[in-house]
């Protein structure tokens, strides 16, 4: 069993931070469908390569869109209208049907966006064929746009909307019928929204429209300057202004992702709704130098702060404290804790007994041979759990208390390798720092500290909230199929239960101890 | 109302409670004496009616192990069954059960101590209530608050353990999910006070984690 332990404990730590698993090589990702039990997502390559996944975390290709068509290209007046690659495309689900734009580049600017409209996504060759609808838009090579790089937006009044374009000019927006995924009136002349960009796409929220497009170049390795920049607008034909009133048409932006770390030319963002309050949004990096500096996937939390949309940081490995944001008290295990540096007198000990003043002063005269007189002392150094973990049950409960930086408060998050993971990210544990005491959901919705033996149980799922705090919810709870999560139902009392995300109960903050 | 305290008052005085050395205190403004067979538990689900033990003086010290040694030391006898105006006697000291009901959604440890001329520090308080549900309830949790320490017990069964000083706060401890059992079920507890005010609330939650309501209370 320790061999065991020690080979998951191994395991885990040996993840990269980067999320996502498998085969995540990809440029010019789709937004990210789900669709009867599976995740897709389409990029740029010959036939429009797939990228699935049964769980969001580990990815595989599984060939090209194309096979589905009648005839396995585009269709020729696409051809015609553009060229023979196949690009950036983007999909979304109207109705019962899937649309899928995708770009049809010749020697640009001469390009055009094709449409094809499929009854499923599943890449089965038994799978009803996608139907070739034609060209929805194209620039003739002259004009000030380039019809590329496709972003589809159904709003909440149910008006379908196209944004397109890269460099060679402005970014453009047409309308589109729902029912036929193609332009609602041909004759229309696009509006113009932004110039001299790419990869744009539109969102929605409280009442604006928000354009996100891809700043700098691509296609060049870990020497890409992609990133991702934003304006609003309250109308969805703009102007999109950026944080500072610069509209987009005049080169403004705010910038939303740039390269960070060993993660070099975010671009092409793609929002992905969970639900509940949690919101994510997939990207490409031109150069991951993890991966020998290929285009690869990933996704991140998307978070919301003054009306802006932020890109958020996947979780990584550490030492994190658990505060619960219903109390500000923190998650620890239910052991007796002891202060760090040991207990102290709350006024002067004897002289030389080398105990230092603390604390607010009593009222009265100083006991006699003990002055109270405060020193600055030498740094107390951190508590480790070897110092007194030794009389701690080997199972224990939890609860929450005022932060101490004690031991028995300090938890270890690390990705579990090898048991799969949920949209963006793989199972944690969560376990006392220095110990094997991991955190557990137990057969009735409640919870302990036990050893991590890597069951269900003790693997949990971190979704990070659009307000910044977590959702931490257990892959399995034993004998249920309920969606719990850790909950401070009560403030000192930390159980399972139904994530509701009108309230702070579910809501936990991640932080240095 | 300001009858029903004079009476309160002079009924506490005139059952020995306060010393009587001393001139009676004033009836706690927070308590009355419990009148009637029952009381349902308020529109927030909160419990009014209990039997409080006078306060046994115990070390006052509120960790795990100091709770732990001053629930040995302040031992209810076995047998012991609150009623209102006996005396069970605790490390050969007599105390007395007083069934109260509590205006506030808490009860006020202090209030009820003061007013008796009992200390109000380092002592342990016993209370008991009884709930009648109208029917079998599962998935319910008890959630209390306590200043300070406490120990709760639902028909026999540890439930709740909070330690260290702490104030009273709504729904601070939380019972694991239980069964409520068609008609009495018994909730006991132990308060430990250090110093300064002391009180406790308690009520259900439904499985919702909403409070529950409709349950009644009857000593």
Redesign the interface.
């Known amino acids: 069993m320790l061999r065991k332990i020690f080979s998951l404990l191994a395991a885990s730590f040996a993840l990269p931070a980067l999320a996502l698993d498998g085969d995540v090589i990809v440029h010019d990702p789709s937004t990210i469908i789900f669709h009867d039990g599976r995740y897709y997502t389409y990029g740029t390559g010959a036939g429009i390569p797939i990228l699935t996944s049964a769980d969001g975390w580990t990815w595989n290709r599984a060939g090209s869109l194309m096979s589905a068509v009648p005839g396995g290209k585009a269709g020729p007046e696409v051809l015609a209208k553009g060229g023979n690659n196949t690009w950036a495309p983007d999909v979304i689900k109207v109705g019962d049907q899937f649309f899928v734009y995708y770009s049809a580049p010749g020697t640009q600017p001469k390009s055009a966006i094709g449409l094809l409209v499929c009854p499923t996504l599943s890449p089965e060759p038994s799978a009803d064929k996608c139907e070739d609808r034609g060209p929805v838009v194209w620039s003739d090579g002259v004009e000030d746009s380039n019809a590329i790089d496709p972003g589809v937006l159904l709003d909440p009044e149910g008006r379908l909307w196209l944004v397109y374009g890269s460099y060679f000019g402005y970014i453009r927006l047409v309308e589109l019928d729902p029912k036929t995924g193609l332009r609602r009136d041909p004759k229309r002349k696009p509006v113009n929204v932004a110039i001299n960009s790419e990869a744009a796409i539109l969102i929605h929220r409280d009442g604006w429209y928000y354009l996100l497009v891809t700043h700098g170049s691509c296609c060049q390795g870990a020497n890409s300057t992609y990133n991702i920049r934003m304006g609003r607008s309250r109308k969805v034909t703009g102007p999109y202004l950026d944080n500072m009133g610069v509209d987009m048409i005049e080169g403004g932006g705010k910038l939303f992702a740039a390269s960070r770390g060993r993660n070099i030319g975010p671009g092409h963002f793609g929002l992905l709704d969970l639900g509940d309050g949690v919101q994510k949004f997939s990207l490409h990096y031109e150069a991951d130098l993890d991966r020998g500096g290929v285009s690869v996937l990933d996704i991140r939390p998307l978070l919301w702060r003054d009306g802006w949309p932020v890109a958020g940081d996947n979780l990584v490995a550490g030492t994190y404290s658990i505060e619960s944001a219903r109390t500000g008290t923190v998650l620890e295990l239910a052991v007796?804790g002891s202060p760090v540096g040991g207990f102290r007198q709350r006024r002067g000990g004897p002289p030389g007994s080398g105990i230092l003043g603390s604390g607010p002063p009593t009222p009265g005269a100083p006991p006699a041979g003990a002055p109270f007189a405060p020193q600055i002392g030498p740094p107390i150094a951190d508590q480790e759990p070897a110092q007194v973990a030794a009389n701690w049950p080997s199972v224990t409960g939890v609860r929450l208390?005022p932060a101490m930086l004690q031991a028995q408060q300090k938890w270890v998050i690390a990705p579990v390798a090898g048991v799969g993971g949920y949209l963006g990210a793989p199972y944690f544990r969560i376990t006392i720092a220095g110990t094997e005491r991991s955190l557990t959901a137990t057969s009735?919705?409640?919870l302990e500290a036990t050893s991590f033996t890597g069951a269900p149980e003790q693997l949990w799922r971190i979704d990070q909230l659009i307000d910044g705090t977590y959702r931490i919810s257990p892959k399995a709870v034993p004998n249920s199929n309920a969606p719990w999560a850790l909950?401070a139902?009560?403030?000192?009392?930390p159980?399972l239960?139904?994530f509701d995300p009108a309230s702070d109960?579910q809501r936990w903050r991640l932080g240095a101890p | 109302m300001r009858i029903a305290l004079f009476v309160l008052s002079l009924s506490l005085a005139a059952s020995g409670l306060v010393h009587a050395q001393e001139a009676a205190r004033p009836a706690p403004t927070t308590l009355k004496r419990a009148q009637g067979d029952s009381l349902p538990v308020d529109s927030r689900g909160f419990i009014h009616r209990w039997f409080v033990l006078e306060p046994v003086p115990v070390a006052g010290r509120l960790?795990?192990?100091a709770v732990k040694e001053a629930l040995k030391l302040a031992a209810l006898p076995e047998a012991a069954q609150p009623r209102e105006g006996t005396k069970v006697t605790i490390n050969g000291a007599e105390h007395g059960w007083h069934a109260l009901d509590t205006l506030h959604y808490n009860l006020n440890l202090y209030h009820f101590a003061w007013s008796l001329s009992k200390p109000t520090s380092n002592v342990l308080f016993w209370v008991e209530t009884s709930i009648d549900a109208p029917r079998e309830m599962q998935n319910v949790?008890l959630?209390i608050g306590s200043n300070a320490a406490s120990r709760w017990w639902l028909n026999g069964e540890p439930v709740?353990a909070?330690?260290?000083d702490?104030q009273s706060?709504i729904?601070?401890?939380?019972s694991?999910?239980v069964t409520l059992r068609k008609g009495r079920n018994v909730i006991r507890a132990a308060i430990i006070n250090g110093g300064g005010a002391t009180d406790f609330c308690a009520r259900f939650?439904d499985e919702?984690?909403r409070p529950l309501l409709g349950l009644d209370t009857r000593l």
């Open positions: 007796q208390a009735r919705g409640e909950s139902v009560g403030s000192s009392t159980t239960s139904t109960r | 960790t795990e192990p949790r959630a709740i909070l330690n260290d702490r706060v729904d601070d401890g939380l694991p999910r939650l919702h984690d």
